[in-house]
């Protein structure tokens, strides 16, 4: 049987870390806040955004809501953010997505200064992630992957990494930041020829293709770790990864589970980016 890769341990220790720089904070005058912008009342940002209102609660971190109408307009949105920019007792912002079809989503990334990104959607904090410098922050979940492994203290350089997903949300950050952590990646996609054997000659294999349960024991190998992001309903309306759990049970080292794994640490690490914020402007 794998090993498990629990997230709740992860979580656990950054939050007692986190709680202490936050003290540290405070006793230099400084109140870490998060300022939470919604627009409309989307079922999964609802709960996102209350799981992510506890753990700043627990932690110290003051929140400021922004909570719009689903018919509010793009201009309305922008005030929002331009206030967001300008107000110095705000450290970070964490604007939910996907925005109404009536919103131009890439100027009001744009209008969001990456200073304040806390959750990597800004063109200035990807290219951070892309140019390894400390440009706004990188997105949460690809981080909570690599808390992961720091945390079960898993050295990935000079590994061979694959990462299945190319998206700007997970698959792409995630590959660059491995690469930085001195890895050997490869990135699959749709069109990656023979993708199982690409995945099976993994060392650590991050899986985020958000398809139920697609990576099973022909893309697995003993041996290897696995980080599923995945986090998808099976038929018989259970939550479950991108990975087959069972399978990887039988065949890998170490594997996460869904649920219970990297989504378990995406809001610590949110939080986590709040603080750097504050420290960064004291």
């Excluded at 979580?11 to 936050?22: G, I, T």
């Excluded at 992510?52 to 110290?60: F, L, V």
């Amino acid at each position: 049987m794998a090993v498990v890769l629990e997230g709740r341990p992860v979580a656990a220790a950054m939050n007692e870390a986190l709680c202490r720089r936050v003290t540290a904070l405070k006793e230099k005058g400084v109140l870490p806040r998060l300022a939470i912008v919604r627009v409309g009342e989307r079922k999964d940002d609802i709960a996102y955004e209350r799981g992510a209102m506890k753990r700043c609660e627990s932690i110290g971190v003051s929140v400021k809501k922004f909570a719009l109408p689903a018919h509010a307009s793009q201009e309305e949105l922008l005030r929002v953010i331009g206030e967001v920019n300008s107000d110095g007792t705000i450290h970070g912002c964490l604007l939910f997505r996907p925005l109404p079809k009536s919103m131009d989503d890439n100027a009001v990334r744009r209008a969001l200064s990456p200073e304040k990104d806390v959750d990597g959607i800004t063109d200035g904090s990807l290219s951070g992630v892309f140019t390894g410098t400390d440009t706004g922050f990188p997105p949460c979940t690809p981080q909570a992957c690599m808390e992961i492994l720091d945390h079960y203290g898993i050295d990935v350089a000079g590994k061979k990494a694959v990462v299945v997903g190319r998206s700007l949300v997970v698959g792409k950050p995630a590959a660059m930041m491995l690469i930085k952590k001195n890895a050997t990646v490869t990135v699959c996609h749709t069109k990656t020829a023979d993708m199982p054997a690409v995945c099976r000659g993994a060392d650590i294999l991050i899986v985020a293709a958000g398809r139920a349960k697609i990576v099973d024991r022909k893309y697995l190998s003993p041996g290897q770790i696995v980080v599923d992001v995945g986090i998808n309903v099976d038929e018989a309306g259970n939550l479950c990864g991108d990975v087959d759990y069972g399978d990887a049970q039988d065949v890998v080292y170490a594997v996460t589970p869904v649920p219970g794994g990297v989504g378990t640490v995406t809001t610590s690490v949110l939080v986590k980016h709040v603080v750097e914020a504050a420290e960064r402007a004291l």
